[in-house]
């Protein structure tokens, strides 16, 4: 008995390690190559939206969904970041929700689709912001030296 | 041989052993190879911003000594074209450690700039010794920005032996993926580019035109009781919420964002101006199974309806004179359409007068197929430019007919033109006829200047089931 259960913690042990190991592997290599395409038509820019909208505010209320579409399309219009809307999503660690594929993870719910159709018929609930963030998880230190404008669920919205 | 319990545990534990041991040296292999192929992405950006901002330095200086408008727009529509390159490859570099923003930002406006130049040349208007005296300075400018990025090219070159070997301790502990050689480099860029004055001009990046519009019309100051009450009332459906939340945005629009919230956990959201008390944006979660409550206006369960109860909406909230600009519907099966609308006033007096479009006022509207319901609704652009103090409506110098000439020959011209503000950017709007126009199978809404018969505007109209998109 005592060998059968070093067997089993040893798969469990071997199982873990494989998994964390695994972890290791970039997510985009998991991803299916047709999902990196940047967007042709209206309706792959509320794809690519709403997929960002659900993995950066899902459980956010319906205006905080809208206005983190908002700040993705501000961007889009803004000097400092790339001009369209594929370069704002797939900039280099812009979302972490890009990051680790979880936008691709499963498909968004209405809400999140309606979002994204309201933030690219431009409603702006944050005024033209340019960034947001969760207070409550870590993140660099200059973008608190962004203007706050408005917190909405647990984002606050900066210039 | 006798195998035991011992023996076989032994035997098993042995396997999985050299199986891990193989797959972890997979992984390895697959995280060098990856950790190689980022590192690749990045050297390649690094390369191609260099040579990009390199050539932006290049034609600014071949626009100095050009003498014809011809090979001065070339310059600098060349300049704009490795700008906007130069941005892209900014891009590739991670912003979770440096802040890029202002390093893209100077080098979009150095481009914009040469856009805006390029198109004034093109136009036959004359460039200001002052303009031509900005553009020498963003020369100067680049030229010092290419030398850093040369500085930080030498480096990525000295470190690129060491790159992209994943190590065992990595492995175990977590890689960094921040590379020292980029983030001081730019740090250094960033510095630089934030003491650098942005240009004085006129363009899409320019920064007048990136700050966000205030209200036209500001109004006296509410109290979030006010904002409250104004909000519960802009909803109008009669119905109890399980709670009422405040917010304060304090963006262009100072606003209080009053949430009532239901039971079910669907919100409806009000954004009421602190100015003035008007409801600027208003958002509504509600699920369509919802029974409707007897406030909300009864209409037929087809596109019309909706039509209709958009309209009415808007009259009960005041808005005289809206002309319906366009409609989409979200999807075949989503139930419900965004209708656009504009107000109209008249220009000119006697003889003269016409009937005037005003694009930039415009008010959106949402409404659920079923039962008319308003999903939402937002009138910013009306409330930052309708009757705002600096706008003066004159009597068109061109008229129809003759701006109707200016258009190309091979265009159809689909009933007569119409007189209309548009907004050019976010701080300049121009008094244009719009005619709508076929050539082939495409349609086209073309602006006319109806002060001096410049062609302003030209715009895709693409239709669909789901309505109208222009590009």
Not at chain 2, 24 to 46: K, P
Request: with cysteine; aromatic share 8%; glycine share 8%.
């Amino acid at each position: 008995m005592t060998a059968t259960r070093l067997c089993l913690v040893a798969i469990v042990f071997i199982a873990v390690c494989a998994v964390s190991l695994g972890a290791d592997v970039p997510q985009c290599f998991a991803v299916p190559e047709h999902r990196l395409a940047a967007p042709q038509s209206w309706w792959d820019e509320v794809d690519l939206l709403c997929r960002v909208i659900m993995g950066e505010a899902t459980g956010e209320p319906f205006t905080g969904q809208v206005a983190v579409g908002a700040v993705m399309l501000n961007r889009v219009r803004s000097p400092q970041f790339p001009s369209t809307l594929a370069g704002v999503v797939y900039e280099v660690d812009a979302f972490e929700s890009v990051t680790n594929g979880l936008v691709w993870s499963r498909t968004p719910s209405e809400s999140e689709v309606r979002a994204a159709e309201l933030a690219l018929n431009g409603y702006d609930p944050t005024s033209g912001c340019l960034f947001f963030w969760n207070p409550s998880k870590p993140v660099s230190p200059w973008i608190w030296s962004r203007q706050i404008v408005v917190t909405i669920g647990n984002h606050v919205f900066a210039y | 041989m006798k195998w035991n319990l011992g023996r076989i545990a032994a035997a098993v534990l042995g396997l999985i052993t050299v199986l891990a041991l193989v797959f972890g040296a997979n992984q390895y292999r697959q995280a060098e190879t990856a950790q190689l192929a980022i590192t690749g992405m990045q050297q390649r950006a690094m390369f191609s911003l260099i040579s990009h901002v390199e050539n932006m330095e290049g034609c600014l200086a071949k626009v100095r000594a050009a003498s014809t408008p011809g090979q001065q727009t070339t310059f600098l529509t060349a300049t704009w074209s490795h700008a906007q390159a130069a941005a892209e490859n900014l891009g590739q570099f991670s912003m979770a450690v440096t802040d890029l923003t202002a390093v893209r930002q100077f080098v979009s406006r150095i481009g914009d700039y040469s856009l805006v130049l390029s198109q004034k040349v093109a136009r036959g208007d004359q460039v200001t010794q002052a303009e031509w005296d900005e553009l020498r300075r963003l020369e100067d400018s680049t030229k010092d920005l290419a030398g850093v990025l040369s500085d930080m090219g030498r480096s990525a070159l000295a470190s690129g032996s060491r790159i992209g070997k994943a190590s065992l301790t990595g492995l175990f502990l977590g890689a960094s993926r921040t590379d020292n050689w980029l983030n001081q480099g730019f740090s250094e860029i960033d510095t630089m580019a934030q003491s650098i004055p942005s240009p004085l001009y006129d363009g899409p990046f320019s920064e007048p035109n990136q700050a966000a519009l205030t209200l036209a019309r500001p109004g006296a100051p509410v109290d979030m009781e006010t904002a409250k009450s104004i909000a519960g009332s802009f909803i109008g459906t009669g119905e109890a919420f399980q709670s009422v939340r405040l917010e304060d945005s304090e963006g262009a629009i100072p606003c209080f964002l009053v949430t009532h919230k239901r039971a079910d956990g669907t919100e409806a959201t009000s954004a009421v101006a602190k100015q003035g008390g008007a409801v600027v944006w208003h958002t509504d979660s509600f699920r369509k199974t919802l029974m409707r409550p007897s406030a909300v206006l009864t209409l037929a369960q087809n596109f019309e309806g909706a039509r209709q109860a958009a309209r009415n909406f808007l009259s009960s909230k005041g808005f005289q004179s809206m002309a319906e600009t366009g409609w989409r519907r979200p999807g075949a099966d989503s139930g419900r359409i965004i209708f656009a609308f504009a107000p109209e006033t008249t220009v000119g007096q006697g003889n003269t007068a016409e009937v005037c479009r005003l694009y930039p006022d415009l008010v959106k509207v949402e409404v659920s197929e079923g039962d008319g319901r308003v999903m939402s609704f937002d009138q910013k652009g009306y409330l930052t430019s309708n009757d705002h103090p600096t706008r003066a409506l004159r009597a068109p110098l061109i008229s129809e007919r003759e701006a109707r000439e200016t258009l190309k020959d091979d265009l159809r011209v689909q009933g007569q033109g119409r007189l209309c503000v548009i907004p050019m950017l976010p701080t300049r709007e121009v008094m244009a006829w719009e005619f709508n126009c076929k050539e082939g199978e495409d349609t086209y809404l073309i602006y006319v200047n109806a002060m001096n018969g410049h062609e302003e505007a030209i715009f895709q109209v693409l239709e669909s089931e789901e309505g109208s998109l222009t590009t």
